[in-house]
């Protein structure tokens, strides 16, 4: 019988992900998304179902309190489509974050007595959230065609837009991850900055209703424009400036790059405290 070994090389200078090694082990990955997933639904009376409330549910408080109340421009479209179109982006961000963030907390019996990638376990969230977005995604095509919203060729720009969401996602849940094993408070930052962000972010309002004194914020806030961007492809709203989409892109691989260059620094202290 064959035997299979595993050779664990020293960390050189720059701590750099083992990206063959992370290869090798796509088997832990994709096992570890499926586990989240069936965890996160058992012994749970709605299920999936909650998937698609809760952005229903907050699109359609947005468009009472933004839409009605606030009476705030919606760019032309129903108000409610508009906001569940900014919160389809805005769960799959939040998603990712939120539950890559505690992945090595909760994971540290696992983690402490079997060898793999550790930078694999908050990556794996990244599958259970995808799987929400598109349970959610197919109430956005219902959506669309409800209220006969027409289909343009920006639409193909769809699959970067989630891409921009998933590196960006990824990249603070790596960190935050990495932060979270020695610093156990961050378990408290992390949903204070999401919430933060939620309100920072034209989530449920259009840019045009940003006062120009303030609109700087929003222009240093990647988020802006992820959310314009799926707008744009999904709606047909207004397109981003060139520079705001590579602007964007160029954020979310940095942010992606950094977060797993802070995960693989930091993982050298891991067994000190797991």
């Known amino acids: 019988m064959a035997t299979r070994t595993t050779v664990i090389n020293p960390p050189g200078r720059l701590p750099l992900p083992a990206w063959r090694e992370m290869w090798e082990a796509r088997e832990v990955f994709t096992r570890f998304g499926i586990r989240d997933l069936k965890l996160r639904y058992r ?39 508009f906001s569940f179109t900014g919160m389809l982006a805005w769960t799959l961000f939040n998603g990712i974050v939120s539950r890559a963030a505690p992945s090595l907390v909760n994971n540290q019996a696992l983690v402490s ?76 930052v992390v949903p204070f900055a999401l919430q933060t962000l939620l309100y920072a972010s034209p989530l449920a309002y259009s840019l045009s209703e940003v006062g120009e004194g303030i609109r700087w914020l929003f222009d240093i806030n990647p988020l802006t424009w992820i959310l314009e961007g ?45």
């Open 43 to 81: 012994q749970t009376a709605l299920g999936v179902i909650w998937v698609v409330l809760q952005p229903l549910l907050s699109a359609g408080i947005f468009s009472i309190v933004f839409g009605q109340i606030a009476d705030l421009s919606s760019d032309g479209v129903p108000y409610f489509v």
């Open 113 to 188: 007595k079997v060898f793999f990638p550790r930078l694999l376990v908050p990556l794996s969230s990244v599958l259970s959230v995808l799987v929400d977005f598109l349970v959610a995604g197919v109430l956005m095509v219902g959506l669309i065609i409800w209220y006969d919203i027409p289909i343009t060729w920006a639409l193909l720009t769809l699959p970067l837009w989630i891409l921009a969401v998933i590196l960006l996602g990824s990249g603070l849940g790596m960190a935050a991850s990495a932060l979270m094993v020695k610093f156990r408070d961050i378990a408290y």
């Open 230 to 274: 799926f707008r744009w492809s999904l709606l047909g709203l207004a397109q981003p400036d060139t520079w705001q989409m590579a602007a964007t892109a160029g954020v979310s691989v940095a942010v992606f790059v950094g977060g797993a260059l802070i995960f693989s620094k930091m993982e050298r202290g891991f067994a000190d405290v797991i």
